[in-house]
């Protein structure tokens, strides 16, 4: 069901037998169904939101900030049942997923304590009067969220925008959009009516019907640089809105070879977040390593990506469950014969695991190349799969070339017990996030974003707060 104005309903789209039918990825049965919402169910989802609006710009930081800690509690009240449907919906592994539970409500705790932030500035502009900033909120924000992570994406992304006085229209992913309907009841219970309004389908119409609405001026989208960019073009087409994009990378993890070795095998496995397949905007899926220990990380590398538990997402034991969908599993494989074709040498994986109980679904082994060449399709375009690449490299130039040869710059990671090299190489990767010497952590208040193609504008922080504002600037006189 979604959630329209405080109802969960079918819609229009439902009523018209347009559903969404969701499989586990792991065994391919179905997991259950969604109405894809028309252009009609969007646009009642955005006046429903207009609507409560209203009344929530009036109350204080302070009632803004009850209700949004008030539905972190729900979330975690149905926690045990959103991980469990998430792990059948998406292939995620539910021993990871829990956290995406914490994230979540920590999320919407963390805007929350941060209401009395939405502060303005006096201007000393004359001697006579009074010259001062508010932060007003834009009304309608849509929040578009990709399949990796839909439950905590979806209910995370609704902290800032809320509490800035904004009210919310999500829309979920269509092929794992089911623990948005656990959302939208936890929204319906907690939050006013209409303020929160969740809505299903496809990119279009019901992504696009959404970009496009007249009274939707703030759009965050999470998702793919392709669908970033239509995002932006459909934008511009309906009038001037403020759009800000969390998009994909290509992340280079670039270790010298006076890093402790140890840790760098565990990080660079760890860092390909292989509990989600490896289909993690932030995973460090280009290893660029100095040809003095190439070929020893590769070989330990392969033989941890060897060693993984791939098994059924539900066990607690499993590491690496499948991946999302058909459309994902094409498109991985795709691209580990283009890598094959291009000349890279297969070290790992490559395909389907053997056996069994890996005969259905979208299963991949975690694979790596190595020999990559920073030409090949590999090395330049996400994947968003269990693929890791490796490079080599003689010096620091040649590493910070190859790091930056890339469309992307969203994370990068550096790995040297050098600390002035660190720093050296940090101050020029084009990259929104770096690493030293660790790789994969978010940190909460410190801003998540990308350079280049891989996005516009900080999010987990501050800056996400107050880009769900805009400034009004007052002058008075007596
Ligand atoms: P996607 O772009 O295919 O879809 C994302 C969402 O956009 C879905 O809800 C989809 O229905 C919607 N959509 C599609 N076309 C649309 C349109 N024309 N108008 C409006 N909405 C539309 O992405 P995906 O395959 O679900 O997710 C994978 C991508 O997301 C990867 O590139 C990954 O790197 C990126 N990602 C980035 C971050 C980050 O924080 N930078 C986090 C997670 C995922």
Redesign the pocket.
């Known amino acids: 069901m979604m959630l329209i104005d405080g109802e969960l309903t079918a819609g229009e789209g439902g009523a018209a037998g347009q559903w969404i039918e969701s499989h586990d990825p792991a065994t391919l049965a179905p997991v259950g169904r969604v109405p894809a919402a028309t252009a009609g169910d969007v646009d009642r989802a955005v006046q429903a939101a207009a609507r409560a609006q209203i009344a929530w710009k009036g109350r204080s930081v302070w009632e803004r900030a009850a209700l949004l800690r008030a539905l972190a509690a729900a979330i975690q009240t149905r926690g045990k049942e959103i991980l469990e449907l998430e792990a059948r919906d998406t292939g995620n592994t539910l021993a990871k997923l829990q956290a995406d539970i914490q994230i979540a409500a920590g999320y919407l705790e963390y805007f929350a304590g941060l209401g009395s932030e939405l502060k303005g500035e006096t201007i000393p502009a004359t001697a006579q009067g009074l010259h001062l900033t508010l932060r007003e909120p834009y009304g309608v924000v849509a929040r578009?969220?990709?399949?990796?992570?839909p439950f905590m994406?979806a209910a995370a992304h609704l902290a800032a925008p809320l509490m800035a006085g904004n009210a919310v229209v999500v829309?979920?992913?269509?092929?794992s959009p089911l623990t948005g309907v656990i959302l939208g009841e936890l929204c319906r219970e907690v939050l006013p009516r209409g303020l929160v309004n969740i809505i299903h389908?496809?990119?279009?119409p019901?992504?696009?019907a959404?970009?496009r609405h007249p009274l939707v001026r703030r759009i965050g989208?999470?998702?793919?640089?392709?669908?970033?960019l239509?995002?932006q073009r459909?934008a511009a087409e309906s009038s001037v809105k403020h759009v800000t994009?969390?998009?994909?990378?290509k992340n280079p993890f670039i270790v010298f070879p006076d890093a402790d070795l140890d840790r760098v095998v565990d990080m660079a496995v760890a860092g390909m977040n292989f509990s989600w397949a490896g289909?993690?905007?932030?995973s460090t899926s280009r290893v660029l390593l100095h040809e003095s220990i190439h070929d020893e990380i590769v070989e330990r590398v392969a033989a941890k990506l060897s060693a993984l538990g791939i098994g059924n997402p539900l066990s607690l034991d499993s590491e690496m469950g499948p991946v999302?969908s058909a459309?994902?599993h094409e498109r991985v494989l795709g691209f580990i014969a283009s890598a094959k074709a291009d000349g890279a040498r297969l070290v790992s994986g490559g395909g389907r695991p053997p056996g069994e109980s890996f005969a259905k679904g979208y299963w991949i082994q975690p694979t790596l190349f190595a020999e990559v060449q920073p030409t090949m399709r590999i090395a330049r375009e996400?994947i968003?799969g269990p693929v890791m690449c490796a490079l080599r490299f003689a010096t620091e130039e040649q590493a910070i070339a190859l790091a930056n040869d890339s469309d992307y710059g969203?994370t990068a990671a550096v790995w040297t017990r050098d600390l002035p090299r660190a720093l050296r190489v940090m101050r020029t990767l084009d990259a929104g996030t770096v690493w030293i010497n660790t790789a994969g952590q978010h940190y909460v208040g410190s801003p998540?974003?990308?350079w280049k193609d891989?996005?516009l504008g900080g999010?987990e922080c501050l800056e996400e707060l107050f880009s769900y504002s805009q400034t009004k600037a007052v002058h008075a006189f007596a």
């Open positions: 578009i969220v990709p399949f990796n992570h994406f829309k979920t992913p269509e092929t389908g496809h990119g279009n019901a992504g696009d959404l970009v989208f999470t998702g793919s640089v392709a669908t970033g239509a995002i459909a994009l969390e998009l994909g990378g289909q993690s905007c932030g999302n459309r994902q996400e968003f969203l998540f974003g990308g891989s996005g999010e």
